[in-house]
């Protein structure tokens, strides 16, 4: 079992900046690739970026590549999600969850409580 727990979240104007943290906790955080899906009422929660921590690689949904950066500190079982040049469209929850990969997708497994981002046109 793994404890995950989202921070960070709130309300910015479009073209800003925010970083939303997760902790995970739990005997086996450790092992587990971490990722950030959001949610909007009435859609299915999608796919934002997932981080592996034995390669270290990263990988994005097309929507937010090139303005989001996930990083973490794996010693720390934290992660983080730098967004930056924020559009209206990328008001969300967000979760952060401990994940697995399937043949065409990121799962999540463990998730946090979901923090909410509202940008602001």
């Known amino acids: 079992q793994v404890q995950v727990e989202e921070s960070g979240g709130g309300l910015v104007q479009a073209g800003g900046s925010l970083r939303l943290s997760c902790a995970a906790s739990?005997?086996?955080?450790?092992?587990?690739?971490m990722g950030w899906f959001r949610q909007v009422p009435g859609k299915e929660r999608e796919f934002v970026a997932a981080?592996?921590?034995?390669?270290?690689?990263?990988h994005y949904a097309d929507s937010v590549k090139g303005r989001f950066i996930i990083s973490g500190d794996n010693a720390k079982n934290t992660v983080y999600l730098q967004m930056n040049s924020l559009e209206p469209e990328d008001t969300a929850v967000y979760y952060c969850?401990?994940?697995?990969?399937?043949?065409?997708?990121?799962?999540?497994?463990?998730w946090g409580q979901g923090t909410q981002v509202t940008v602001s046109s």
């Open positions: 969850a401990a994940v697995i990969r399937t043949s065409t997708a990121w799962v999540g497994v463990f």
């Open positions: 739990g005997r086996t955080a450790s092992s587990w690739p």
């Open positions: 981080i592996t921590w034995s390669s270290g690689s990263t």
